[in-house]
């Protein structure tokens, strides 16, 4: 053997670890994933409940037992076991659909596309109107917009469901689209923490990059639904080192959403939701210029969560919602504008 082919062949075996090794952790990445998070292509699902019933029983969070129909990969229907509640607040008494938690039994959960969740939210529009389900989208893409932000998401996908209310001596069906988001105590067991809704933590405890991180994120969708102060749509998760890491979710009252019935708090100087107010905590003037330039870094990256809805809806509206995007990055590229908005508006 030559050495030009010893070399050849050293290089060759060399490549195939490689490319071993990344297939590995890939493998091993994905099953951390549960079956049904592992597909971004949206979930075809039937239901049927009273929504009467659900809302009724919304203060005694009562189960109500129904069946999850999905189509799987063979293109047949197949069903699983669960019981559904009303959660949430604001939506329930505005809204003609609620939003839902499931909660999947184990013996019932095995084998199939629900496998690996214990429960799940069900995000649903709140009225059966023609942008309803544009309203859904814009909400998933918040999720997806914060994925190349942080390890410390909530896994998502989008359904499209066929739901029936029993109410009436004639049940009427709806088609929708909705989430289905992963639910918190999901994330506290991968990332081998507990959640802690039982202690008040002052956020200035947080860890302070990945907090940042939410509140810049926060500030570009345009979201002053939330409070870490009082852990309002924050969910905070206590890791094994005694780091508090926040997590976010529930972006449908965000700007970059721009839902009919989202109102801004009289707290808050803004007088609509499409105004940015920036609410992160104040903290050194070097994270600060390091989550800026984070995000900066991560634009192009971030953009390409647009990706996950370009087939499912309005180019013309994906355009728009690009256009209000790109105002954020123009406040971080611009020293002035990154300093009135950004950096004088932190609170103390």
């Not at 939506?91 to 939003?99: A, G, H, S, V």
């Not at 634009?299 to 355009?319: G, L, S, T, V």
């Amino acid at each position: 053997m030559t050495s030009s082919q010893t070399l050849f062949k050293q290089a060759f075996s060399l490549l195939f670890l490689l490319c071993t090794l990344v297939l590995s952790q890939a493998m091993a990445q994905d099953e951390t994933v549960s079956k049904l998070f592992r597909e971004d292509a949206p979930l075809e699902v039937k239901m049927s409940y009273s929504f009467q019933e659900i809302k009724k029983n919304s203060e005694s969070k009562t189960y109500i037992p129904t069946y999850f129909h999905y189509k799987n990969e063979g293109g047949t229907w197949d069903s699983v076991k669960v019981e559904v509640r009303a959660r949430g607040n604001f939506r329930q008494d505005r809204c003609m659909f609620t939003p839902i938690k499931m909660k999947i039994p184990k013996g019932d959960r095995k084998g199939t596309i629900l496998g690996g969740n214990k429960s799940l939210k069900l995000v649903l529009p709140c009225q059966n109107a023609k942008y309803s389900n544009d309203l859904i989208l814009k909400e998933y893409l918040c999720y997806k917009l914060y994925e190349p932000v942080t390890p410390y998401y909530f896994h998502t996908r989008i359904v499209n469901i066929t739901l029936t209310d029993l109410n009436d001596k004639q049940p009427k069906t709806y088609e929708l689209k909705g989430i289905l988001v992963e639910d918190d105590e999901e994330i506290a067991e991968r990332f081998g923490g507990e959640l802690r809704s039982d202690v008040n933590v002052n956020p200035i405890r947080h860890h302070d990059t990945t907090a940042l991180k939410l509140d810049f994120f926060q500030y570009m969708i345009a979201n002053t639904d939330w409070s870490s102060y009082y852990q309002h749509n924050i969910q905070l998760m206590q890791l094994a080192n005694k780091q508090y890491i926040p997590l976010a979710y529930d972006f449908d009252m965000s700007g970059l959403v721009d839902a009919p019935y989202a109102g801004v708090s009289k707290e808050i100087p803004i007088q609509s939701v499409r105004e940015r107010y920036f609410r992160g905590i104040c903290r050194t003037d070097e994270l600060y210029a390091y989550v800026r330039g984070f995000y900066l870094e991560k634009e192009e990256e971030i953009f390409k969560a647009y990706d996950y809805i370009a087939d499912q809806m309005d180019p013309k509206e994906i355009e728009k919602s690009k256009n209000y995007l790109s105002g954020f990055f123009k406040t971080l590229k611009n020293d002035t504008q990154f300093k009135t908005d950004i950096l004088l508006k932190c609170r103390q």
